[in-house]
């Protein structure tokens, strides 16, 4: 989740001619290529979630029940399912297994390490077993991979992996991105819809950090999602922010390039101060934005619940609700 502190279809002709090679090899031994992605909505758009299922992993089952409370409190099924992952934890899991037999869309946000290990190849065996995982698995997901990288909280952020004295981390992360990408599709795993996931504010905003200069190019990204968060007056740097505000800029720089996701969304403040936000969403979304494709709430307590009190989740319920927010899972 983004913070300013540190706190807690594939378009094959656009591929790198060795990964097209490698493609064309997998299918001559036999590996499918023909695992579709995510479907982007001809209208209206996807309405998802990440819910928290408490402080410390509790199990399958206490995670699964805290989607289902959830879309019981809001009286509707998620179409998109966000999970984070560690670097080294295996995915797919049962958990995504799950949501697709109940009709929703995986998301998995995977942490990432240094970036200098992934470009230098000393975690290709890793990558290449997720993406084989990722293949069997076959159903239409989203990878969000090393998300927020424009901030300064995250061991894989631009700023946190420059070459002394320079300002290359941008670059240093395009060219990690585009190995793990290249990994993927070697094996054939083309039923993944990539997620590149800057921060919607550059953490040091400076020219070297600025969120174009983290892009690996259109072959290379298939949705751009975005975190976007309303601190209100909760810290020193922060201030009230409408859903409208965090979301135009954005909107205005990338809905004509690629499928916008504002993939983590929330805000801060007493039950009627979040519900006023969420309704200036959802009205924000009836008349605006036609061309965002998702948008992915982050339900975690205390400061970030939007199921409490009943003002609040009167609010969520409307704004799940709202007609743009009508697609299911496909």
């Known amino acids: 989740m983004g913070q300013m502190t540190c706190l807690t279809r594939r378009r094959f002709l656009l591929l790198p001619l060795t990964v097209v090679a490698a493609l064309a090899a997998a299918a001559s031994a036999g590996g499918s ?68 037999g109940a009709g929703r869309i995986p998301m998995i946000t995977w942490k990432a390490p240094r970036l200098a290990a992934i470009i230098d190849g000393s975690q290709d065996s890793l990558i290449l077993a997720r993406a084989r995982a990722v293949r069997k698995f076959g159903s239409p997901l989203f990878i969000r991979w090393a998300w927020e990288m424009n901030g300064d909280w995250a061991e894989w952020a631009g700023v946190n992996n420059e ?28 039923n993944v ?19 174009t200069a983290y892009y690996p190019g259109d072959a290379y990204v ?9 601190w209100g007056k909760s ?10 505000s965090l979301v135009s800029k954005m909107y205005a720089q990338w809905s004509l390039r690629k499928p916008l996701m504002v993939a983590e969304t929330s805000s801060v403040g007493s039950g009627a101060k979040k519900a006023r936000w969420l309704a200036g969403a959802a009205r924000a979304l009836e008349h605006g934005f036609p061309r965002l494709k998702a948008v992915v709430v982050f339900q975690h307590s205390p400061n970030w619940n939007l199921t409490a009190p009943v003002r609040a989740l009167r609010a969520l319920r409307a704004l799940a609700h709202a007609p743009p927010l009508s697609q299911l899972a496909p």
């Open 235 to 244: 810290r020193g740097w922060s201030h009230w922010s409408s859903f409208r």
């Open 33 to 100: 290529t023909s695992l579709r992605d995510v479907p982007v909505p001809a209208h209206g758009a996807y309405f998802g979630a990440y819910i928290s299922y408490g402080a410390r992993w509790q199990g399958t089952g206490a995670a699964l029940g805290a989607v289902t409370r959830f879309e019981r409190a809001i009286g509707r099924r998620v179409a998109i399912d966000n999970r984070f992952y560690g670097w080294t934890q295996s995915f797919p899991t049962s958990l995504e297994a799950h949501d697709v």
């Open 163 to 190: 070459t002394p004295g320079s300002h290359d981390g941008a670059q240093q992360y395009v060219l990690a991105w585009r190995h793990v990408h290249d990994l993927f599709a070697q094996v054939g795993a083309t």
């Open 193 to 211: 819809s990539w997620v590149w996931a800057p921060n919607a504010q550059s953490v040091p905003r400076a020219s070297w950090n600025s969120i």
């Open 222 to 230: 298939d949705w751009v999602g975005f975190s976007a968060y309303n």
